[in-house]
């Protein structure tokens, strides 16, 4: 479509084209048959910055030296389309992406007149899949620790040991705590998600930090005992926060926690409270 004004025309087709293909996400790049570039977009134009001037009328093999991009385009101008490729850049910050490249063919359908490709930067999917992987190993260790003893427990209670009067409460209050544990642990997997959901409601009240520290502390004491790792709740008295209490428990569990682990045999794990930090 054309506008006629006084001032001339305008080519809207044209212009809304050229202004939706730069302003995409994705980056777009056509070459011939020869392997030149004949069109980009800004995102493309991004891949290549070792390129100071125009990349148009430029060769593939000037722009980049990765195999996984000259290929996919040289495939798809011989005629056959490629998805799914995986192209990794690292300047001046590593960036994934998934290169799809299809043939453009030509008029008189006698083979294919070039290609175009489309950069979608799956960068942050990466990211985020590298961490769930790292957080259902850790998950699935961390599961695997108090199973092995209620398993192992439990055996021994039916080899005989239940008739052990000195030692089958033990042994069953230890299979309690890491049934426990297990729950604990499942409650945080959906908890996450229902974090990734969007499900999460805070309820704030003020709470009395110190009591609060105290029960996370003795939740944790076994652990600590363990290693010889004092912990000392240095927050006052009269300390209150507003707060999801709920929430203050996990965030204060998973610190502590953190702090025994990380810790030396033998440490402290200091506990203060900043009403002005």
């Known amino acids: 479509q054309e506008y006629r004004s006084g001032t001339g025309a305008i080519d809207f ?8 293909v730069n302003e995409m996400r994705e980056g777009l790049l056509v070459i011939d048959a020869e392997m030149r570039v004949r069109a980009s977009n800004r995102a493309a134009r991004s ?3 070792s390129v100071d ?6 060769r593939l093999t000037e ?3 990765n195999p996984a991009i000259y290929d996919a385009f040289l495939d798809a101008v011989r005629g056959t389309e490629r998805a799914g490729v995986k192209v990794e850049t690292y300047d001046p910050v590593k960036r994934i992406f998934d290169l799809r490249v299809v043939p453009l063919r030509a008029r ?8 175009v490709g489309v950069f979608f930067d799956v960068t942050r999917l990466e990211r985020l899949e590298l961490v769930r992987q790292e957080f259902l190993s850790n998950v699935s260790h961390e599961l ?6 209620i398993m192992a427990l ?8 239940i008739n052990d009067q000195e030692h089958n409460r033990r042994f069953l209050s230890i299979i309690q705590k890491n049934a426990a544990r297990m729950h604990r642990l499942i409650d945080d997997i959906l908890e996450l998600s229902a974090i990734e959901a969007g499900n999460v409601k805070v309820q704030p009240q003020s709470v009395e930090l ?3 520290v105290e029960d996370v502390i003795g939740s944790l004491s076994a652990v600590a005992a363990a290693r010889q790792i004092s912990i000392r709740n240095l927050v006052e008295l009269k300390a209150r926060v507003f707060a999801d209490p709920h929430r203050m428990v996990q965030m204060l569990t998973n610190l502590i926690d953190n702090a025994i682990k990380f810790n030396r045999d033998g440490g402290t794990v200091l506990i203060k409270y900043d009403s002005n930090g």
């Open 210 to 212: 110190h009591s609060l």
């Open 108 to 115: 008189n359908g006698s083979g294919a007149a070039g290609a």
């Open 47 to 49: 891949l290549f910055t």
């Open 154 to 161: 439990a055996e021994t209670l039916e080899a005989g040991a």
């Open 53 to 58: 001037d125009s990349i148009n009328m430029r």
């Open 13 to 20: 087709s044209a212009d809304l084209l050229d202004a939706t």
């Open 63 to 65: 722009l980049t030296r």
């Open 144 to 149: 695997r620790t108090p199973l092995t003893s």
